[in-house]
């Protein structure tokens, strides 16, 4: 069976701070991909990245950077200089080579203060 | 690209009324949608995959006959909520697979608020 784990509920932090959301997932797959969508306030949800599990090097966009590990099962996400319109919630999702049906963190609600 | 819109955006309906929500992807062909339900702070919980052409696949606990999908062609899904309750009151999203390429990825619709009442 597969799992995402998002440990953080909640976090605050204040403009310009840097800050990383924790994603940890299990799978017995050995091709599998990985997901981080943003949702803001309106619900709809953004896809931000997806990264295949043959791909360990790490990606930057922008003020977005990605970190991905196989040796700890993670895939944690940082949000350089964070800014107000930041403030979402964050799903990490897994999903099995093939087989597009998601598993979903419970997410992480991002709480940008100016 | 890879625009998927969701109509109506927020519905509100009595109990025993039956409500249809639309999800097409505006500029791509997807093989493959699929609906959710997001209670208010909650993930998101899978209620099925959808094929076109062919029936949909419903997740365990997720009623057929009260959640009825219908994948018509490449571009258009529909949910139709029978008989809606209080308690089918919630965030319902759909998202869409592409056909030819990144067929792993799905992109979302908006999402549609439902009230019932």
């Known amino acids: 069976a597969q799992k995402v784990t998002q440990a953080q509920t909640e976090i605050s932090v204040v403009e310009k701070e840097d800050v990383t959301l924790d994603c940890v997932y299990e799978?017995?797959?050995?091709?599998?991909?990985l997901f981080w969508y943003k949702q803001p306030p309106s619900g709809e949800l953004v896809f931000l990245i997806r990264r295949n599990s043959f791909d360990e090097q790490n990606e930057i966009s922008g003020r977005y950077s990605w970190n991905f590990q196989k040796s700890t099962s993670s895939f944690n996400f940082t949000i350089t200089a964070s800014q107000v319109v930041d403030s979402a919630v964050y799903f990490c999702a897994l999903s099995s080579s093939g087989y597009s049906t998601l598993t979903f963190g419970k997410g992480t609600m991002l709480l940008v203060s100016p | 690209g890879a625009v998927v819109s969701q109509h109506p955006s927020r519905v509100i309906c009595k109990s025993g009324t039956s409500v249809k929500i639309e999800c097409r992807s505006l500029?791509?062909?997807?093989?493959?949608m699929f609906w959710y339900r997001q209670f208010p702070k909650q993930s998101l919980m899978l209620m099925a995959t959808s094929n076109e052409g062919s029936k949909a696949t419903y997740e365990q606990g997720v009623e057929k006959d009260k959640f009825l999908i219908n994948h018509a062609s490449l571009t258009l899904s529909t949910l139709t909520v029978t008989s809606a309750h209080p308690e089918d009151s919630s965030f319902y999203i759909c998202?869409?697979?592409?056909?030819?390429?990144?067929?792993?990825?799905?992109?979302f619709g908006p999402g549609t608020r439902l009230t019932v009442l």
């Open positions: 799978t017995r797959d050995t091709t599998y991909y």
């Open positions: 500029d791509f062909q997807a093989t493959t």
């Open positions: 998202s869409a697979s592409h056909r030819l390429i990144n067929t792993d990825t799905q992109y």
